[in-house]
T-cell receptor, first 115, second 118 residues
Framework: GAVVSQHPSWVICKSGTSVKIECRSL??????MFWYRQFPKQSLMLMAT?????????EQGVEKDKFLINHASLTLSTLTVTSAHPEDSSFYIC???????????FGPGTRLTVT | AQKVTQAQTEISVVEKEDVTLDCVYE???????LFWYKQPPSGELVFLIR??????QNEISGRYSWNFQKSTSSFNFTITASQVVDSAVYFC???????????????FGTGTLLAVQP
C-alpha cells in the first residue's frame, strides 16, 4: 500500500528558531500533499495544500510567511516553521492523495515542542 | 458548506460491550466519500473504511460495522465486543467533489475519544 513518511517524528526547539519537517511519499509520486495541524484533544485542521512546482495554497488564517512550504519533488514536501513560538507547539501531519484523489494516505505525524 | 459532526466527545465502556460512534455530515455534493479513521495514543491515523455516496450497503469487518444512511446523512460506526486495544480517538471525515472542482479536501469531525475499561 501507499506509504507516507515524516521526519522527524518529534522535535524540540527553542523559541525564535526555525524547524523543518519533511514529508515523503515512499512508493508513489504525489504532485499534491496536504499539511495538517492538530492541537491536543482537537481535530485535524488543514493548514495548506502543497503543490509540486508551484506555490502552496494556504487555508484562511494560516500565515504563509510563518509556515513555509516547499514541494521540491514528486516525493517530497517540507514544512518549515519559522521563528517558532510556544503556541506553535502541536502535532503536524502530512498526507498525500490516492490516485483517484478521494482518499488520503497519512504520515505518522511530527510532534513539535517549542520551549 | 461541508461539515462533519461527531456529537459524542467521549465514550467510556467496559470491555466486551458494544459501542456505536455517531457521525452526521452535511454536503451539497451528490458525489462524496465518507471515512473513518482511528487515532491511537501514538498519534498515527489508521484508515478504517471508505464509503462512496452511491453505496449505502452496510459493511462489516470483523468486530467493526458501519451503517450509512443517506436519508439521515449519517455514517455510524459500531464496535462489537469492544476490547481495551480499541481505546483511541475515532474521526469521521468527508471528501466531496466540490461541484467538479476537485479540491478534494478532507473535512474531519471533532473526533470521539473511546475509552474501553478492562
Amino acid at each position: 500500500g501507499a506509504v507516507v513518511s515524516q521526519h522527524p517524528s518529534w522535535v524540540i526547539c527553542k523559541s525564535g528558531t526555525s524547524v523543518k519537517i519533511e514529508c515523503r511519499s515512499l512508493d508513489f509520486q504525489a504532485t499534491t500533499m496536504f499539511w495538517y495541524r492538530q492541537f491536543p484533544k482537537q481535530s485535524l485542521m488543514l493548514m495548506a495544500t502543497s503543490n509540486e512546482g508551484s506555490k502552496a495554497t494556504y487555508e484562511q488564517g494560516v500565515e504563509k510567511d510563518k509556515f513555509l512550504i516547499n514541494h521540491a519533488s514528486l516525493t517530497l514536501s517540507t514544512l518549515t516553521v519559522t521563528s517558532a513560538h510556544p503556541e506553535d507547539s502541536s502535532f503536524y501531519i502530512c498526507s498525500a492523495p490516492s490516485r483517484d484523489s478521494y482518499e488520503q494516505y497519512f504520515g505518522p505525524g511530527t510532534r513539535l515542542t517549542v520551549t | 458548506a461541508q461539515k462533519v459532526t461527531q456529537a459524542q466527545t467521549e465514550i467510556s465502556v467496559v470491555e466486551k460491550e458494544d459501542v456505536t460512534l455517531d457521525c452526521v455530515y452535511e454536503t451539497r455534493d451528490t458525489t462524496y466519500y465518507l471515512f473513518w479513521y482511528k487515532q491511537p495514543p501514538s498519534g498515527e491515523l489508521v484508515f478504517l473504511i471508505r464509503r462512496n455516496s452511491f453505496d449505502e450497503q452496510n459493511e462489516i469487518s470483523g468486530r467493526y460495522s458501519w451503517n450509512f444512511q443517506k436519508s439521515t446523512s449519517s455514517f455510524n460506526f459500531t464496535i462489537t465486543a469492544s476490547q481495551v486495544v480499541d481505546s483511541a480517538v475515532y474521526f469521521c471525515a468527508l471528501n466531496g467533489m466540490n461541484y467538479g472542482g476537485a479540491t478534494n479536501k478532507l473535512i474531519f469531525g471533532t473526533g470521539t475519544l473511546l475509552a474501553v475499561q478492562p
